[in-house]
C-alpha cells in the first residue's frame, strides 16, 4: 500500500480533459512539501511531467498541469490524445530524507 | 543532454548481492545541486524510492531498504552505484538510476532501466 493513494486507472475520449488525483497526509504534502508527477510509457522509464506541483518542464505540452491543496494533488490532462495513454505517478518528500511515489494511475484513452 | 545508464547483472542468486553501476555522461556528477538516485520498479507494479547519493558522500535510504542497502559513488569514473544484499524474489525488479534536482527534489533524468531478476 502506498503512501500517496491515486486511482488505479482513469480513463477519457480524445479530446476530453482528465484528472489524477494524489491523496497523502500531513507528513508529506500536507506537510507544505513538492508534488511532482511523473509519466510512464509502456515499456519505457518514467518521464519527468510537472515538478514543484504545477510547473512543467521544457517540452511538456501545456495540456498537462498540477495543483495542489491541503494534503491532495491533482494532475489535468485537457484536449486527451491517443499518445497520453500511460501511467502516471505521483510522489512527495516525506521527511527524514525519503521520497515516496503514488500507486500508480493507469490512463486509457477510448 | 545529460545521459543515465545502469549497467550490471541480470540474474542474480538468492541470498547473494546485487550490484549495479549507473554511469552519468553529458554532464558532471560533482556539479552541486544533485542528488543521485536509486529507484525500483517490481513488476506490474509501482515506484519504489531506494535511495540516494551526493557527490560528496553523503547518502540516504529507504528506511525499509536500509539495512541492505549501500550507495556509493566514483567521481573519476562519473558513476554512481548500488548494492542490495540478502536478496530475495521479492527484489525481482527493474532498476532505474535518476538524477535528483535540488532543492526541488524531481528526478529530471531517468536511465532506461535494467531488470534484476532474483533465481537460482
Known amino acids: 500500500q502506498s503512501v500517496l493513494t491515486q486511482p488505479p486507472s482513469v480513463s477519457g475520449a480524445p479530446g476530453q480533459r482528465v484528472t489524477i488525483s494524489c491523496t497523502g497526509s500531513r507528513s508529506n504534502i500536507g506537510a507544505g512539501y513538492d508534488v511532482h508527477w511523473y509519466q510512464q510509457l509502456p515499456g519505457t522509464a518514467p518521464k519527468l511531467l510537472i515538478y514543484g506541483n504545477t510547473n512543467r518542464p521544457s517540452g511538456v505540452p501545456d495540456r498537462f498541469s498540477g495543483s495542489k491543496s491541503g494534503t491532495s494533488a491533482s494532475l489535468a490532462i485537457t484536449g486527451l490524445q491517443a499518445e497520453d495513454e500511460a501511467d502516471y505517478y505521483c510522489?512527495?518528500?516525506?521527511?527524514?530524507?525519503?521520497?515516496?511515489f503514488g500507486g500508480g494511475t493507469k490512463l486509457t484513452v477510448l | 543532454q545529460v545521459q543515465l545508464q545502469e549497467s550490471g547483472p541480470g540474474l542474480v542468486k538468492p541470498s547473494q548481492t546485487l550490484s549495479l553501476t549507473c554511469t552519468v555522461s553529458g554532464g558532471s556528477i560533482i556539479s552541486g545541486g544533485y542528488y543521485w538516485s536509486w529507484i525500483r520498479q517490481h513488476p506490474g507494479k509501482g515506484l519504489e524510492w531506494i535511495g540516494y547519493?551526493?557527490?560528496?558522500?553523503?547518502?540516504y535510504y529507504n528506511p525499509s531498504l536500509k539495512s541492505r542497502v549501500t550507495i556509493s559513488v566514483d567521481t573519476s569514473k562519473n558513476q554512481f552505484s548500488l548494492k542490495l544484499s540478502s536478496v530475495t524474489a521479492a527484489d525481482t525488479a527493474v532498476y532505474y538510476c535518476?538524477?535528483?534536482?535540488?532543492?526541488?527534489?524531481?528526478?529530471?533524468?531517468w536511465g532506461q532501466g535494467t531488470l534484476v531478476t532474483v533465481s537460482s
Open positions: 547519493i551526493y557527490y560528496s558522500g553523503s547518502t
Open positions: 535518476a538524477r535528483e534536482v535540488l532543492p526541488a527534489s524531481n528526478l529530471d533524468y
Open positions: 510522489s512527495s518528500y516525506a521527511g527524514s530524507y525519503s521520497w515516496v
